[in-house]
């Protein structure tokens, strides 16, 4: 899941402007009708639908600079949550999509039953820019029956965000090698200094269970679902080792049992309830919003270590895809085509921290590291280019969020409050599991 | 009036012989009449009809689709699957998380619906006396009422925040530990029927003041002599004269009670994708309703759903009809008992 709050206003204005919609069945971006594609001089209105913290708003500037009789109305949505909804609920209606959606990849695996209601990108030429992407990136967008639906925009390799004066407080290493290098390992490492951490301080290691939980499931080979598609949960010895392993340092007291996109407003990042936290690419920009919102600033102390337990991972990362139902096919794909060419990715990875799915973006931000003024100067685009380094794809099944949010989530968030062993979680996690999923 | 000059020009003809003007002109009268009477008979149906069409474009159709729906397999990407017949029926009741959905509504209907009512009782009655600026308190019970729920549910998540919420902080002043209003069942369902209650109060304190109103003054002021108190009189004389409009505020409340949704919505957002708490806590009937059609895209279950909340709302809409026709029988029963009474003691004294 790719999800972040500004403030939780904006967000809930937002979530209500999605219920809206469910509630009415209504649809609200429709394409302008009359325009010719190509517009010879013709005023062309593009709609775009994104979610979170997506950094796109000076490319469009930038690109209806660039092509004055193109007009892009934007919308974006709140929380991926929010947006998954919406665009599901559109589908289904079969009408009301913008132009241009995003899609995440935690959803992609429903999606791709009802891949032939998107533009097959290939007849827009997207084969010839195939190389551009990290290959497991162009992978993903790729139907069974080889049609290529979305351009990658960008990819989430995790990394771990930690906050340095908690770490000295603690007499443990605080800065960024000394962090990388204490938690070289597998999760028994990370979980180990997050006991040592505990008994110092008598605080808590990370916020909640659900995003560790969240990133040793994506970073096996397979994750909830097996690679050719069949359910991979019940009888999965190694996902059940996992499961203990983070049961046992949660119930130990190392999970600060926050409400995960609240972080009690902002609050807990900055009076020390933590001291790590899981950060894929577009986490920092959701870090750095919520910290502020909490009345924390770059003197709060949170960094960005080179280094993730138990080897690369990989969480969310989106495609820009055009419905069937668009009137401006080619204007659209024309759009989307330049807002994921590397040079816009890199803009957009100075807007929001989000991480480019192109090679040579990469290459780029790994050979001119820019420091990060927030998290101590990190120089964050040149450690993401190294934790991208080895991520496998994980095939993602059409429940994959839902088991993720609703089969792990509610056992996992009764460990962060103690109401459960691990036995009874992992139970409770397969009775949902057969409730929810059939 | 045109059609005088044939007329005249036809009088030569010979009499007893109709002339074909005067037949015309018969017809043409035969036709404005049975138009007229068409009018009579058509036009009131007529002017009905836009709410009929309205409402069987808006109403009825998706009733009876929502049925055709609820008897197929739907998922809500694919659309229309197999015939499944009662099967969807089955599974939902069959579902611990249905039923747990009714005992929450039907939990969070009593929370709001009792205290609700009492607070509006007892307004009602204060705003009913000689009050200094009257309008002014009338108008500014109806106040919270103007805030949408979303906004209400705004408010109040953040006064029901479980870490630094304005609540726990005062309760957190007298040394209770704070609550866990989003975790525990009972605690959030207080915290969203406090939502509810915000938002009807005044709305309904305005319709029973209007009922009161009604209440004669001599029966208060011949009460007041005779030697009642305020609380007798209350009990004993307004109570009684307003049942009917209590039966009607609280039928409005339970249909409003059964299909709450807003505010349990955004309780809390993002937990578990908003449906209503990590653990369902205080999942409504409707919230699971929008999360089988929405979240787990199944239509076919959620058409299911709708369809037995339907029932349900319908069952308990029995009952509270059962139950006003039994006071207003009552009521005549009463009156014509005490009618006789007077009259017999009238016949007595005259004889």
Same mark, same amino acid.
């Given at each position: ?42 005023? !062309?209105?593009?709609?775009?639908? =994104? ?37 599901? =609920? ?58 290529? !639906? ?127 936290? !899981? ?45 069937? =139902? ?113 | ?114 205290? @609700? ?133 609280? /039928? ?6 059964? @299909? ?62 059962? /139950? ?22 009238? @016949?007595?004294?005259?004889?």
């Amino acid at each position: 899941m790719r999800l972040s709050r500004a403030t939780s206003a904006a967000s809930i204005a937002a979530g209500t402007a999605v219920l809206a919609l469910v509630a009415s069945g209504c649809a609200t971006d429709t394409a302008t009708g009359p325009n010719e594609p190509g517009g010879n001089g013709k005023q !062309i209105e593009l709609t775009i639908t =994104t979610f979170g913290t997506f950094g796109y708003e000076a490319l469009y500037e930038e690109y209806m600079d660039l092509n004055p009789n193109v007009r892009i109305v934007a919308n974006n949505i709140d929380t991926g949550g929010n947006a998954r909804t919406d665009v599901f =609920t559109k589908l289904g209606a079969g009408s009301g999509l913008s132009d241009i959606v995003a899609l995440e990849e935690g959803w992609l695996g429903s999606i791709m039953e009802v891949s032939d209601r998107f533009v097959d990108l290939r007849e827009y030429g997207i084969e010839d820019r195939g190389s551009d992407w990290v290959d497991w990136k162009y992978q993903q967008a790729t139907d069974p029956d080889g049609r290529v !639906i979305g351009y990658g925009t960008d990819i989430g390799p995790e990394g771990i965000c930690f906050n340095g004066p908690l770490f000295e407080e603690a007499g443990l290493p605080s800065d960024r090698e000394g962090v990388a290098e204490l938690l070289d390992g597998g999760w028994d490492r990370y979980f180990e200094v997050g006991a040592d951490y505990l008994a110092e301080t008598g605080r808590a290691w990370y916020d909640h269970s659900g995003f560790v939980w969240n990133a040793m499931v994506n970073q096996l080979d397979e994750g909830y679902y097996t690679s050719s598609g069949e359910l991979n949960v019940e009888g999965n010895a190694e996902l059940r080792a996992r499961f203990d392993q983070l049961a046992e340092a949660t119930l130990s007291g190392q999970s600060a049992a926050q409400s995960a996109w609240d972080w009690n407003g902002g609050q807990s990042f900055v009076d020390g309830t933590f001291a790590t936290f !899981i950060c894929p690419g577009w986490m920092l920009g959701v870090l750095q919003g919520n910290t502020e919102a909490g009345g924390g600033s770059a003197d709060t102390g949170w960094d960005f270590a080179d280094v993730f337990p138990g080897g690369a991972a990989n969480w969310g990362g989106a495609f820009l895809a055009i419905p069937e =139902t668009s009137n401006n096919k080619e204007e659209a794909a024309k759009l989307a085509d330049w807002l994921t060419q590397p040079e816009q990715q890199i803009k957009q990875f100075e807007a929001a921290g989000t991480f480019p799915s192109t090679l040579e973006a990469q290459q780029e931000l790994a050979a001119n590291p820019i420091p990060n003024a927030f998290f101590n100067d990190a120089p964050v685009g040149e450690i993401l280019a190294g934790r991208a380094e080895g991520v496998i794809a994980q095939f993602k099944g059409p429940d994959d969020s839902l088991i993720q949010e609703n089969v792990f989530g509610p056992p996992l968030q009764a460990l962060d409050r103690g109401e459960m062993t691990a036995d009874e979680a992992w139970a409770e996690a397969l009775q949902l599991l057969n409730e929810l999923v059939d | 009036m045109t059609d005088t000059l044939p007329r005249t020009a036809a009088a030569g003809d010979a009499p007893g012989t109709p002339s074909p003007a005067d037949a015309n002109g018969r017809t043409r009268r035969r036709r404005r009449w049975s138009l007229s009477r068409l009018d009579m008979a058509a036009s009131p149906y007529l002017y009905i009809a836009p709410f009929f069409v309205l409402f069987a474009v808006t109403g009825l159709f998706p009733l009876v689709y929502t049925l055709v729906v609820s008897l197929h397999d739907w998922p809500l990407l694919q659309g229309q699957g197999d015939f499944v017949g009662l099967e969807n029926f089955a599974t939902v009741l069959g579902d611990r998380f249905f039923w747990n959905s009714i005992g929450n509504t039907l939990s969070i209907f009593l929370l709001s619906t009792i205290p @609700q009512l009492a607070v509006a009782l007892v307004l009602a009655s204060i705003l009913d006396q000689h009050l200094k600026a009257r309008t002014f308190w009338r108008m500014s019970v109806l106040l919270p009422y103007v805030v949408t729920p979303v906004a209400v549910a705004l408010i109040f998540t953040n006064v029901f925040n479980e870490q630094s919420g304005l609540v726990n902080n005062l309760i957190g002043l007298v040394g209770i530990d704070p609550i866990q209003w989003k975790n525990d069942v009972l605690a959030s369902h207080v915290a969203i029927a406090t939502m509810v209650n915000w938002r009807w109060t005044g709305y309904n304190t305005l319709i029973l003041l209007a009922a009161m109103q009604a209440v004669p003054r001599d029966l208060h002021e011949s009460a007041a002599i005779d030697g009642a108190g305020a609380a007798r009189r209350f009990f004993s004389i307004t109570i009684p004269s307003i049942r009917p409009t209590v039966i009607f505020v609280i /039928i409005t409340a339970t249909i409003g009670g059964l @299909q709450i949704f807003a505010e349990p919505r955004l309780f809390d957002v993002s937990n578990a994708g908003g449906i209503g708490g990590s653990q369902r806590q205080f999942q409504t009937t409707v919230l699971y309703l929008w999360e089988m059609a929405f979240f787990r895209g199944d239509f076919g279950r959620a058409a299911a759903i709708a369809w037995l909340l339907f029932l349900l709302i319908v069952a308990i809409g029995l009952v509270n009809f059962a /139950i006003s026709r039994r006071i207003a029988s009552v009521e005549t029963a009463r009156i014509s008992r005490r009618a006789q009474r007077r009259l017999a003691a009238h @016949q007595g004294g005259t004889r």
